[in-house]
């Protein structure tokens, strides 16, 4: 069965597109930068239209839809990242002495029971803050991490929930041959509106340890050592430490793992084709980062390698701090 979307962005509310699709596909997101403000979902049969309000963020710029001329009926459509309240049921029990988790682990109990607290305490210091959050969300933030345990981006960036969309990894990893990396790439700049996308690794890096104290692999192997996921994964790092010049440490493989990582980000598909867009004023401007996280600091070092659809100039020379923040 096929509809028609009639669309009305947030930007252009004197303009109007259409596409057709199946109804299968309406719940999927559409792939181009803007999410629509209205949607008018329609089928033949009837002349009556109705329209869905989309609250969402208005810094995006549309790409050119195709046209249409025909509308007729109206189907509701659930916009994207709206949540629904969950709604107690046998597998929704709100109540923690019904979980059998809490019940058996003391530890998985305090931390059920620490959410407890922090909800209550918003509540009362922010109410507004659920009501805002099922909106939607509109992060101005990619930040492409660490699995690591010490680094929780939100935290160190002293940012709210709902401010930075989240990958994180073995070694902050962006591969380019990772559908996930990619999907997410994708989703984060055309779907959720991300205008930066920051890689971050740090000091203490397990993956990167891990990787410094691997063998040269031989050539034509596809892997430096297939034995484990772990070590697959870690592959490029490998190959990128025996790339180094002799006497570097592992800091020095730290931070040329986020330059690698920064460089694959610029080269997918996604990116070139924001900033081709761009250029041509038909997509907003988006940036790539690489960053360091100081464990023994708690601060976040710009490695000063970013990149936009424009070369980005400094605005002036500034004095050396020798290090100090």
């Given at each position: 069965m096929s509809m028609t979307l009639l669309v009305r962005y947030n930007n252009s509310p004197d303009k109007k597109y259409s596409t057709s699709?199946?109804?299968?596909?309406?719940?999927?997101s559409p792939p181009i930068s803007l999410r629509p403000t209205y949607i008018y979902a329609t089928s033949p049969n009837s002349e009556a239209s109705t329209s869905i309000n989309s609250s969402q963020p208005k810094r995006y710029t549309p790409l050119q839809p195709p046209n249409s001329?025909?509308?007729h009926t109206a189907v509701k459509v659930n916009m994207p990242f709206h949540a629904e309240p969950l709604r107690p049921n046998k597998e929704i029990d709100l109540d923690l002495e019904h979980s059998i988790a809490a019940q058996k682990f003391p530890d998985i109990k305090a931390v059920?029971?620490?959410?407890?607290?922090?909800?209550?305490?918003?509540?009362?210091?922010q109410p507004?803050?659920?009501a805002e959050q099922v909106k939607g969300q509109a992060p101005n933030f990619l930040w492409i991490g660490c699995a690591d345990s010490r680094v929780p981006e939100v935290?160190?960036?002293?940012r709210k929930p709902g401010e930075v969309f989240v990958q994180r990894n073995v070694a902050n990893q962006f591969q380019p041959q990772d559908d996930a990396s990619q999907a997410l790439l994708n989703y984060a700049i055309m779907n959720v509106g991300v205008n930066h996308v920051i890689v971050v690794g740090h000091t203490g890096c397990g993956g990167c340890i891990a990787a410094f104290d691997l063998p040269k692999p031989t050539e034509g192997e596809q892997f430096c050592d297939p034995a484990t996921p772990l070590t697959r994964f870690l592959d490029p790092i490998i190959r990128l430490k025996h790339s180094l010049p002799e006497g570097s440490d592992v800091n020095d493989l730290i931070r040329e793992n986020v330059k690698l990582s920064v460089k694959n980000v610029v080269n997918s598909p996604t990116i070139q084709n924001a900033w081709e867009k761009s250029r041509k004023?038909?997509?907003?401007?988006v940036y790539v980062h690489g960053w360091l996280y100081d464990l023994s600091t708690g601060l976040l070092i710009d490695l000063n390698i970013s990149q936009g659809p424009e070369p980005i100039v400094p605005d002036e020379a500034k004095p050396a701090t020798n290090g100090r923040a």
């Open positions: 699709t199946s109804i299968r596909s309406l719940h999927n001329k025909n509308i059920l029971q620490g959410n407890r607290w922090w909800a209550k305490e918003v509540t009362q210091k507004e803050v659920w935290t160190i960036m002293a004023g038909e997509f907003r401007k």
